[in-house]
């Protein structure tokens, strides 16, 4: 079963052009601020995208560790992340995913003079084929 929340320590790494950002548990989870919210913002974002990619690969979520355990230099601090992966499972569910077609040109001629929604229509006639209800 998955968690809903995570908490895992990151490494604020302080230097004149900014701030950059490791998480010691998660190896490739990296990101950068020019100050400390953005720092902090884009330390959460990277971390529930990289929590949701090993989520979705079925990989193991691995143990944070401790921050009495994690060792700094100078210009460094350590700084929890608090995730909560309900909003980004949900929304990653319901993103946008660009699919490219082929129909005739003369359909694509008569639809466009119609005005014609390509994404909702190919989402309506999608909902239909699998008996889905066109309300979700």
């Known amino acids: 079963m998955l ?39 884009n330390a959460k974002e990277a971390l529930e995208l990289h929590i949701f990619g090993l989520e979705d690969d079925k990989e ?19 700084v929890l992340i608090d995730i909560w992966m309900k909003p980004v499972r949900d929304f990653m569910k319901n993103k946008a995913i660009k699919k490219t077609l082929t129909i005739p040109k003369w359909l694509n001629d008569v639809a466009i003079e119609n005005d014609v929604n390509f994404s909702q229509l190919l989402q309506v006639a999608i909902k239909n084929y699998l008996g889905i209800s066109t309300n979700e």
């Open 3 to 41: 968690a809903d929340r995570y908490v895992f320590p990151a490494i604020f790494h302080f230097a004149d052009d900014g701030i950059s950002v490791e998480f010691p548990d998660l190896p490739g989870c990296f990101s950068y601020g020019e100050d400390e919210i953005e720092a902090l913002s």
């Open 60 to 78: 193991i979520i691995p143990t944070p560790s401790h921050i009495k355990n994690i060792v700094t230099k100078k210009n460094e601090s350590i």
